[in-house]
């Protein structure tokens, strides 16, 4: 629910992560002591010391806590009907994770009315706003027709600006042991119909789903029609995905979790971010992607939910900064960067993920005096306050 716009002062801040190291303590979160920040017109309007800080419209106190930018979750799947958590009981008693399941969550979103898709991505949408996350991107994937794909991205760009075309999710039943004819129908009149509801063009590309000849069709057929492009990537086995993802310039490589020394080199040197998403590793009770090797190497990293019914249903980005740091060895500065400022690199954005003067004024404050509590204490609603394009949500 939005209270009101104009000027919102939030005084007293104890900690205020700006991600701009050339603010503060001069480390990659830009640390500030004792800070103010002014939000006006949906902007960052200033940023200084308390003791300084210009009247406002609105005051919001925040007791000496400590204050970040929204976060960006940059992976998410919210367009779905149905949920699997039988699937889930089933996995943690034993059963592999395959990816199949993905064909269960397809039928029941082809039979849904619009109204429940709607529900259900409005729904989420709020959810992960109030944990803190002011910037997500949504993926469609559930629809695999064109009608339905570009209905789950018309829903979509009702809570979002950053969607994304995943109609090369999974083959669907359909088209079993005719993946190519699928190929030219998503790159084809799939694609012409989805565009102009879409930023982004996604492909898993993985065994079982679209190979490295498929993915490269798709993603350059996306890049033609003017979509970023975005891969699935290296999330079940070792395989082409990350490669491919460097050589066409995508914006992120998602999930590598099986990486080679030659996949690490490639995304070190690019511009492309790895985008690390560990709650589909608990969710699957899978290995952890290395991040120390990413991180050592030079590749920027990004942290996102991938919330989606099978494998990952949250849509926290404190839970998934919080198995950053305890399975994946991230410090809680760096899982910290990764879930807003990496968040932003992934989606190449460069007014959030960060609070500068001039960027969006999107920021959480916490229920705890430092960004280490992300971590610490984890399954905790520490989020208490949101700010989404400066104004106060409740
Ligand atoms: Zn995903």
Not at 195 to 211: N, S
Request: glycine fraction near 10%; include cysteine; aromatic fraction near 4%.
């Amino acid at each position: 629910m939005i209270e009101r716009s104009g000027s919102v002062l939030v005084a007293n801040i104890g900690e205020l992560v700006t991600n701009d190291p050339e603010r503060g303590d001069g480390s990659p979160l830009g640390l500030c002591r004792d800070a103010a920040l002014v939000a006006a017109d949906g902007r960052v309007a200033w940023i200084g010391p308390a003791a300084g800080a210009p009247a406002a419209d609105t005051a919001i106190d925040a007791g000496r806590a400590a204050v970040l930018p929204g976060f960006v979750d940059s992976h998410a799947h919210l367009v779905f009907a149905g949920d699997r958590a039988a699937e889930f009981a089933a996995r943690m008693a034993g059963e592999p994770y395959t990816g199949g399941g993905i064909r269960t969550t397809v039928a029941a979103t082809r039979a849904a009315g619009d109204e429940a898709l709607r529900a259900t991505v409005t729904r989420l949408r709020a959810e992960a706003l109030r944990q803190g996350t002011t910037t997500i991107e949504v993926k469609s994937g559930y629809g695999l027709t064109v009608t339905d794909e570009t209905r789950s991205l018309r829903l979509a760009r009702e809570v979002t600006e950053e969607t994304t075309f995943l109609g090369a999710h999974v083959v669907p039943t359909e088209y079993a042991g005719r993946s190519d004819e699928y190929v030219d129908l998503v790159r084809g009149e799939m694609l012409r119909s989805a565009a102009g509801h879409a930023r982004w063009i996604d492909v898993f590309c993985e065994r079982g789903a679209f190979d490295e000849a498929q993915a490269e069709a798709i993603l350059r057929a996306g890049a033609a029609a003017g979509l970023g492009l975005r891969v699935h990537a290296n999330q079940l086995g070792p395989g082409p995905g990350v490669r491919l993802a460097v050589a066409l310039g995508a914006a992120s490589a998602d999930h590598c979790t099986h990486l080679s020394t030659m996949d690490i080199e490639a995304l070190a040197g690019s511009s492309t971010v790895a985008t690390l998403l560990p709650g589909a590793e608990f969710a699957t009770r899978s290995r952890y992607p290395d991040a120390r090797a990413l991180l050592a190497a030079g590749v920027t990293v990004a942290l996102a939910t991938d919330c989606n019914p099978g494998s990952s249903y949250t849509s926290s980005m404190p839970f998934c900064i919080a198995l950053a740091v305890r399975e994946m060895r991230m410090s809680p500065a760096e899982a910290v960067w990764a879930a807003t400022a990496g968040g932003a690199r992934a989606l190449r954005r460069d007014d959030v993920g960060r609070l500068a003067v001039g960027g969006r004024a999107d920021l959480a404050l916490l229920d705890a005096p430092s960004h280490l509590h992300l971590a610490y204490r984890p399954g905790v609603p520490l989020v208490r306050r949101v700010l989404h394009n400066g104004v106060p949500i409740t």
